[in-house]
């Protein structure tokens, strides 16, 4: 076993273990999209970004691919952390508005706007569909293709596949295919037929203080918030101490 420490908390891990498989064992819920249980780890979709380290040493990694190491030091919800995977929910929907996955998402972390050009895509580039064909399927039937901005994912040479079955799992498991989004007509890029709340306890500390899912505390203390907004003509009054 393995000793590391998680948000602040001495805990023990198997060897072998991604930080992501330590978190989730312990009840720490990472979003990712690019990660599924059967097929290897891509890295791809960056969600999954955790901080290692202390002090001035610390880095971001991608917790589905980093491994659990003796007296690591790992920060999963850091005000940092919960920006940058904002920042990447933006992207992702600029990308592909149309998923409801992404939406929920974007509900989930309070992300209601979107900065970047909107492209429309219906491809995320988190590699899901080649890996389910190559591994669980066995065919090869798509891969990905070119580089930077120009990357996709297509069959060889851009012909219909001799190889692929049809089978649709390519499609069962894609984050932009499986589930469209069915809110009402955004303005924008944004949804929010689902909004949420984020985490208000941000507002006060560096880290998350607690990992439910919903936090209890953190509903009833955005209630009081709002109750107290409503009583005071619009004018917030809560008293965050």
Same mark, same amino acid.
């Given at each position: 076993? #393995?000793?590391?420490?998680?948000?602040?908390?001495?805990?023990?891990? /198997?060897?072998?273990?991604? *930080?992501?498989?330590?978190? /989730?064992?312990?009840?720490?819920?990472?979003?990712?999209?690019?990660?599924? =249980?059967?097929?290897?780890?891509?890295?791809?979709?960056? #969600?999954? @970004?955790?901080?290692?380290?202390?002090?001035?040493?610390?880095?971001?990694?991608?917790?589905?691919?980093?491994?659990?190491? /003796? +007296?690591?030091?790992?920060?999963?919800?850091?005000?940092?952390? @919960?920006?940058?995977?904002?920042? *990447?929910? =933006?992207?992702?929907?600029?990308?592909?508005?149309?998923?409801?996955? @992404?939406?929920?998402?974007?509900?989930?972390?309070?992300?209601?706007?979107?900065?970047?050009?909107?492209?429309?895509?219906?491809?995320?580039?988190?590699? #899901?569909?080649?890996?389910?064909?190559?591994?669980?399927?066995?065919?090869?039937?798509?891969?990905?293709?070119?580089?930077?901005?120009?990357?996709? @994912?297509?069959?060889?040479?851009?012909?219909?596949?001799?190889?692929?079955?049809?089978? +649709?799992?390519?499609?069962?498991?894609?984050?932009?295919? =499986?589930?469209?989004?069915?809110?009402? =007509?955004?303005?924008?890029?944004?949804?929010?037929?689902?909004?949420?709340?984020?985490?208000?306890?941000?507002?006060?500390?560096?880290?998350?203080?607690?990992?439910?899912?919903?936090?209890?505390?953190? #509903?009833?203390?955005?209630?009081?918030?709002?109750?107290?907004?409503?009583?005071? +003509?619009?004018?917030?009054?809560?008293?965050?101490?």
């Amino acid at each position: 076993m #393995l000793k590391i420490k998680l948000n602040g908390l001495e805990v023990q891990v /198997e060897e072998g273990w991604t *930080i992501l498989e330590a978190a /989730e064992f312990y009840g720490i819920e990472i979003p990712t999209l690019c990660h599924h =249980e059967g097929l290897s780890d891509y890295g791809a979709c960056r #969600l999954c @970004i955790v901080e290692i380290g202390e002090g001035e040493n610390t880095k971001f990694v991608t917790s589905c691919t980093y491994p659990a190491e /003796e +007296g690591l030091v790992v920060r999963t919800h850091s005000k940092k952390i @919960i920006n940058y995977r904002k920042l *990447i929910i =933006e992207l992702m929907l600029a990308r592909c508005h149309t998923s409801k996955t @992404i939406q929920d998402l974007a509900s989930k972390y309070n992300v209601t706007k979107v900065r970047f050009k909107l492209k429309s895509d219906d491809c995320i580039l988190c590699g #899901l569909c080649t890996r389910m064909c190559e591994e669980q399927m066995d065919a090869r039937a798509i891969g990905f293709v070119n580089r930077g901005k120009e990357r996709k @994912i297509t069959t060889p040479f851009d012909i219909k596949s001799d190889v692929c079955r049809t089978c +649709g799992a390519c499609m069962y498991i894609c984050p932009a295919c =499986e589930l469209r989004c069915q809110g009402p =007509e955004p303005p924008g890029a944004v949804c929010g037929a689902c909004l949420n709340i984020e985490y208000p306890c941000l507002d006060l500390y560096e880290d998350v203080h607690c990992y439910m899912d919903p936090c209890a505390a953190c #509903l009833l203390t955005e209630s009081e918030k709002n109750k107290n907004t409503n009583n005071n +003509g619009g004018k917030n009054v809560f008293n965050k101490d």
